[in-house]
């Protein structure tokens, strides 16, 4: 049952991989024998995130710089890819978030949300399924978050990109599928990350979290491994336009 998972052979792409929690879900792509490829803009924090999967995982990744909202620079860096070796999995984990009132939130922002979480995972899932659909395998990974499924005060141009997550990952899966390529979500709960820092330390949003998730507690990055290692292997062959949450319970509750 093991070799169901395993990931040896496996080329993945992880966007946005620099730190947080991309960077500890190619760490758990390369702990389970995929070879990976980082991905982010700034070239110092990728050359770090490099040392430090190396460093855990034994495996020294490829790294790649590239903006993923620019429907150019996405042909071109996955072109440059896929000369060297087929990209077998796409992560699509590139995201930012924005937070304020409704009749306040900038149009600036809701289109900087809109670019970087939901048009990003169309550009490089667009490109990349061209030579999976050739190979008649693949597998798309596009990460989401509850809040594909549950909107919050502050934050809904956020939500509506992670809700447009969950349909683009249904439509791929209907566009691809009869290709041997599978689209799934990813979708986090609240993690514990340097990102989420400031809402850990916050000791009334953390008691909020802790009650409202059956868990009780934040996520720790590790968590999420298991499922993207599913996903990304052999043993989702049959699994396809689903989205998977991942938080501790906060989805099924109310």
Known sequence: ??????????????????????????????????????????????????????????????????????????????????????????????????????AEFDLGDWNDLVATNLTSAFLTARRVSREMIGRGAGKIVNIGSVQSQLGRANIAPYAATKGGIAMLTKGLCADLGPHGIQVNALAPGYFATELTKALVDDADFSDWVAKRTPAGRWGRTEELVGT???????????????????????TAVV
């Open 1 to 102: 049952m093991t070799s169901l998972f395993d990931l040896t052979g496996r080329r993945a792409l992880v966007t946005g991989s620099s730190r947080g929690i991309g960077l500890a879900l190619a760490t758990g792509l390369a702990e389970n024998g995929a070879d990976v490829v980082l991905h982010g803009r700034d070239q110092t924090a990728l050359a770090n995130a490099a040392a430090t999967l190396e460093r855990v995982s034994g495996r020294a990744p490829r790294t790649i710089a590239f903006d993923v909202t620019d429907a150019d620079e996405v042909d071109a860096a996955i072109t440059e890819l896929e000369a060297e070796a087929p990209i077998d999995v796409l992560v699509n984990n590139a995201g930012i978030q924005r937070r304020a009132p409704i």
């Open 228 to 250: 993207l290692v599913f996903l990304s292997s052999g043993a989702s062959d049959f699994v396809n336009g689903q989205v998977v949450f991942v938080d501790g319970g906060m």
